[in-house]
């Protein structure tokens, strides 16, 4: 069955860095959205991408982020100089027009925790 | 806008008894609403969704949910509770293509 796959499973970093959460959507889906989940809170939409341009993003999504599709695979979330309260569980997800287009399938999630 | 209120954030019951979770939502026009479900670790996994088909939609691990657009609900049900349904479930309304919008969580215990 197909499904998400995000890298890595865990990451740590230093406050200041840079992190690039990686993705691989399934194959011909069209719609790509990057969640995350603080801790104890609720899952918050962050951005969505379709035809290689950002098609809405939330007010968290600030020049901090930024999102990528570098070649037909994959799907990037870039985070400049991390924060201490970046620290959570990023989900990717993608969905399929043809199908409704509204379920989205999603990806077993990275862990950032900012240190 | 479209968001959804999950009236309980804990939800406890014995194996092998009914389980009811409750959704309510808000929409201004014909909504698409899902249950998701995480287990402790793992990632989002879609139990069951709605859109505009059937009222009463069955989804996995036998799981459903009715929409009732007279009472702006979909509570999420299961006949007999087994010990690996204790997880958090999340009710979800979309946007459309753009977002889904997360309810804040429901955590189900299941005892023995």
Known sequence: EPEVTQTPSHQVTQMGQEVILRCVPISNHLYFYWYRQI???????????YNNEISEKSEIFDDQFSVERPDGS????????????????????????RTGGTEAFFGQGTRLTVV | AQSVTQLDSHVSVS?????????????SYSPSLFWYV????????????????????KGINGFEAEFKKSETSFHLT??????????????VVST????LVFGTGTRLLVSP
Do not use: W
């Open chain 2, 38 to 57: 995480q287990h402790p670790n793992k990632g989002l996994q879609l139990l069951l969704k709605y859109t505009s088909a059937a009222t009463l939609v």
């Open chain 2, 78 to 91: 299961k006949p007999s509770a087994h010990m690996s349904d204790a997880a958090e479930y999340f009710c």
């Open chain 1, 39 to 49: 801790l104890g809170q609720k899952v918050e939409f962050l951005v969505s991408f």
């Open chain 2, 96 to 99: 459309g293509f753009q977002k």
């Open chain 2, 15 to 27: 194996e092998g008894t009914p389980v009811l979770l409750r959704c309510n939502y808000s929409s």
């Open chain 1, 74 to 97: 994959n799907f990037t979330l870039k985070i400049r100089s991390t924060k201490l309260e970046d620290s959570a569980m990023y989900f990717c997800a993608s969905s399929d027009l």
